[in-house]
């Protein structure tokens, strides 16, 4: 397909973005096809430092000896085209509500970059911490980004 797409590809440069197993695949078909990859480059998010990872062991340890969430302090989401609903922690995002109820939102980035997770909401109110994956249209119509829009009460999603 490749070879289809841009016939001239092995006399390019190429630049790669996206999730890691895909850039894996991208540079293996490279390799195999000869591709001078010197003339590849990557551009990656990156993945968790290891700084990162340490923190969340040690929230997940305090979680563990945290008291339970008080049931007032939940969050109802409603999905509304499946007619299937949840209630959520505080922080919990849309999409990790719609994953606990089997609903594939499509997700790429898990950032706010890339906007594949977007999403109606019909009501309530979340606080969204993009990337630029939206656009001031988008959200004014009342579009979020299930993958870092976290309810500040209950909302409902048309999926």
Do not use: W
Request: hydrophobic letters at 40%; a negative charge.
């Amino acid at each position: 397909m490749l070879e289809l797409m841009a016939p001239d590809f092995m006399e390019r440069e190429v630049f790669c973005c996206g999730p890691t197993p895909y850039m894996n695949a991208v540079k293996r078909l490279l390799e195999a096809s000869g591709f001078d990859m010197s003339r590849y480059h990557e551009e990656s998010f990156g993945a968790t430092p290891p700084e990162a990872r340490a923190d969340a062991v040690e929230h997940a340890e305090q979680a563990a000896d945290a008291p339970q969430i008080d049931v007032a302090d939940l969050h109802q989401v409603e999905f509304t085209a499946s007619g299937k609903s949840i209630r959520v922690a505080p922080g919990e995002t849309v999409h990790a509500a719609a994953a606990k109820l089997g609903l594939l939102i499509p997700k790429a980035c898990g950032m706010g970059i890339c906007g594949t997770c977007k999403v109606m909401k019909l009501g309530g109110e979340v606080d969204m911490e993009h990337n630029g994956g939206i656009t001031e249209e988008d959200e004014a119509e009342g579009y979020i980004l299930s993958c870092c829009s976290v309810p500040k009460g209950d909302v409902r999603i048309e999926f």
